[in-house]
């Protein structure tokens, strides 16, 4: 997990109460210390606030010397708007994200600080000069902006860990005919800082021939410590699945990579003659991110899930493939390249052949796929939507009891707030891709405040309103 520096400074001037102004510093100061070492990060503060424009710059220089990537600061007294002006040409030059922290104002007698009209001044400017900003505003140690703040920590720590992410696609690009596979890979770089690499499916064919027996075998000691072996499953397709595990994993180590984008078909039937789908879910079990037909939007959606969740959960990618809108429920699966920790209690992941490739007459059942109920509990779905990832759809629900509507990974949604064909009228009439993230835990605020950062328009609900709602909509 990324230790996120943080920058904290105060600002204020001399015609207010400056004995306050010290006292609320200093408090600050030491809770906002004690915030940044609790969230397994480090603190960059001044021993006093700043009152003068030269030293407000010589700070921000010192911030950016030490890598600061969250600047936090409190107007503690009224300041100058020139110092508010040098935050905004330090903030937009380092792609810094800025929280503006406004405190409680001592009543009675003269005003001491006027605290939060300087707070209200400062984002004035930083609005007028483009810059994004949050505000947040109490004592220290106030529980509402504790609760803030610790959001804004997680958020801009999954900033920074997108910035410093490598990924690699694993073929010649998307699926054949999978449209909403397709990516701007500048773009990305630009919005989320992540980096791509393009690997040919023949190095991964190579990798895994070359292996010998003895080396091989890891996968299917994998496999069977993991699933139940179902009897159709062959010697011969557990031997490939292990060759294959052993190719990637050793491709992702050498690389360095964070994440893997694979390019499941039709290379790996047609030439290696099997699926990846149990590979897929082994990579992810091992906190290798991995998304199936070379999704990359897909992969950094998981990615976003990843990282808000400080890397304690799993995220899987699957289709939307049922609705029952009488319990205002989605239906989840996809066929089989689910992490086998995402099961559900007191059931086995089953290793079978696939439900669906191979199984028409005259046919032979193709590949390995892992079965699996997922686990209940409260979860959220993500998807960053368009090839540039300039839009995403959240959403939020608990995943119930449920058979297995369809062979494969499954998962049944029940939603908490938004009704099923408001939802389906939105990502049917929003274009959204038809692949989505799955992750346990409620993170949606997390996920929002990450989007602002990276400038992501979240998908408002379009609502059905008996069909009038129906209609392909398009953004201004």
């Given at each position: 997990m990324h230790q996120l520096r943080l920058g904290f400074l105060g600002v204020s001037q001399l015609n207010f109460d400056?004995?306050?102004?010290?006292?609320n510093y200093a408090a600050a100061r030491q809770w906002v210390q004690e915030l940044a070492e609790g969230a397994g990060g480090a603190l960059e503060a001044l021993p006093?606030?700043?009152?003068?424009?030269k030293d407000a710059i010589e700070a921000l220089s010192r911030f950016a010397a030490a890598g600061v990537e969250l600047l936090l600061v409190q107007t503690t007294c009224f300041a100058s708007g020139e110092v508010a002006s040098e935050i905004a040409s330090y903030a937009s030059r380092y792609r810094i994200p800025v929280v503006l922290w406004g405190i409680p104002?001592?009543?009675g007698g003269a005003l001491r600080a006027n605290s939060f009209c300087c707070q209200n001044f400062y984002t004035s400017i930083l609005h007028a000069r483009g810059v994004p900003f949050k505000w947040v505003w109490g004592a220290p140690g106030a529980e509402e902006l504790t609760r803030q703040l610790e959001r804004t920590v997680t958020a801009v720590r999954a900033l920074e860990q997108?910035?410093?992410?490598?990924?690699?696609?694993?073929?010649?690009?998307?699926?054949?005919?999978?449209?909403?596979?397709?990516?701007?890979?500048?773009?990305?770089?630009e919005r989320f800082g992540v980096s791509v690499s393009r690997i040919d499916l023949s190095e991964v064919f190579r990798r895994a021939a070359a292996l010998g027996a003895a080396e091989a075998e890891a996968g299917v000691v994998e496999l069977r410590d993991r699933t139940s072996i179902e009897g159709g499953v062959t010697d011969e397709a557990l031997e490939r699945v292990s060759?294959?595990?052993?190719?990637?994993?050793?491709?992702?180590?050498?690389g360095d990579f964070d994440g893997l984008a694979i390019r499941c078909w039709p290379e790996y039937v047609d030439i290696y003659g099997t699926v990846v789908c149990a590979n897929i879910g082994l990579l992810n079990d091992e906190g290798i991110v991995t998304s199936d037909?070379?999704?990359l939007l897909g992969l950094v959606s998981m990615l976003c899930q990843r990282y808000v969740t400080q890397e304690r959960e799993v995220p899987t990618l699957l289709d939307w493939s049922y609705t029952d809108f009488e319990a205002n429920a989605v239906g989840l699966w996809h066929c089989g390249a689910t992490a086998c920790g995402l099961a559900r209690a007191g059931t086995t992941p089953v290793s079978a052949m696939h439900s669906i490739l191979g199984r028409a007459e005259?046919?032979?059942?193709?590949?390995?796929?892992?079965?699996?109920?997922?686990?209940?509990?409260?979860?959220t779905?993500?998807?960053?939507?368009?090839?540039?990832?300039?839009?995403?759809?959240?959403?939020?629900?608990?995943?119930?009891?449920s058979p297995m509507i369809f062979q494969g990974a499954y998962a049944s949604l029940k939603l908490d707030d938004l009704e099923a064909r408001d939802l389906v009228n939105t990502i049917l009439v929003s274009g959204v891709e038809h692949h989505y993230s799955l992750c346990y835990t409620r993170h949606e605020d997390e996920l929002d405040e990450l989007m602002y950062w990276l400038d992501v328009e979240p998908l408002e609900v379009v609502p059905y309103d008996e069909g009038r709602g129906a209609f392909a909509r398009w953004e201004e």
């Open positions: 400056t004995q306050l102004t010290v006292a006093a606030s700043v009152v003068e424009t104002e001592p009543t997108l910035r410093r992410t490598k990924v690699a696609v694993l073929g010649s690009g998307r699926v054949p005919g999978f449209y909403g596979s397709n990516f701007d890979e500048l773009a990305l770089k060759r294959m595990h052993v190719a990637l994993t050793s491709l992702a180590a050498e037909e070379a999704d005259g046919e032979t059942p193709t590949g390995v796929v892992i079965e699996q109920l997922l686990r209940l509990g409260p979860a779905v993500f998807r960053l939507c368009g090839a540039e990832g300039a839009r995403a759809l959240c959403f939020t629900g608990e995943v119930v009891d």
